[in-house]
């Protein structure tokens, strides 16, 4: 059996040696790097929109053969062996174990049109109401607070009161704020806000945990809400992370934990 056996495997020996040397794109001392290992690396490149050409082979090539010549003088120097670069190789191969699962969960749940539709008029209803534009100075003490409006109301023109603002960034545009809901901002501000008429400063310094806040309303209109192809890649990517979450949360439950 034993005789028989290795005549069985010699021819088989003799015919798998030929693949391999030509599946080789290069062989260094001794181990090869496949071809398909270079067919790997030049998919890759090709989904970022470089061009499959003999020449970016051949700059391929000669990559893993670098990347091949430096592993190989790592590994007789030891460095496989170092526990912080197992632990390093456990991690990333764990990473990429789990992106080709999330990959293919994705493809195997899409985020349908008719999903999208359903969040985008939950969109819409969250969006209804009014946005408003104003403009605030914010200082530590409602003294100080007190004394700007008092400037505002003598005439004193909101961008020079607005030199003393601690949010600099808004300071350096006048204390402008973007058009936004009052829901924006933190609860005192935006009850201020909407409680203020067009052309209207705050009668008395609006407390919040980052001080008090003098504040003018200049413009309200009702929300805008963008057409679902601007939004539609938002809200993909969105309903995509929910299902991943969700994912996510469901093997953690069914696992047992200590």
Aim: hydrophobic share 40%.
């Amino acid at each position: 059996m034993r005789v028989r056996l290795s005549v069985l495997l010699f021819p088989i020996a003799i015919m798998s040696t030929a693949p391999l040397s030509a599946q080789s794109a290069a062989v260094v001392n001794g181990k090869p790097i496949t071809t398909a290992r270079v067919d790997a690396m030049v998919k890759q490149a090709a989904a970022q929109g470089r061009q499959d050409t003999p020449d970016f082979r051949k700059q391929v090539k000669d990559q893993l053969i670098n990347q091949e010549v430096l592993y190989q003088e790592a590994e007789k120097k030891g460095f496989a062996a170092s526990a912080d670069v197992k632990s390093q190789i456990e991690q990333a191969r764990q990473s990429i174990v789990i992106r080709a699962m999330i990959l293919d969960y994705i493809k195997k749940n899409p985020v349908t049109d008719a999903d999208v539709q359903v969040e985008y008029e939950r969109f819409k209803a969250q969006s209804s109401g009014k946005e408003y534009l104003a403009r605030h100075v914010l200082v530590d003490s409602e003294a100080d607070a007190r004394a700007i409006i008092a400037k505002l109301k003598s005439g004193v023109p909101f961008d020079s009161v607005v030199k003393a603002s601690k949010d600099v960034g808004s300071a350096a545009n006048g204390g402008v704020l973007d058009w936004s809901p009052a829901t924006r901002y933190v609860k005192p501000f935006g009850d201020a806000l909407m409680a203020l008429q067009k052309g209207q400063i705050t009668e008395t310094p609006v407390k919040s945990q980052f001080g008090y806040h003098v504040i003018r309303l200049d413009d309200v209109r009702d929300a805008a809400v963008p057409p679902l192809d601007e939004v539609k890649k938002q809200i993909q990517d969105s309903l995509q992370e929910k299902k991943l979450v969700a994912l996510q949360d469901g093997l953690r439950k069914k696992a047992v934990i200590k």
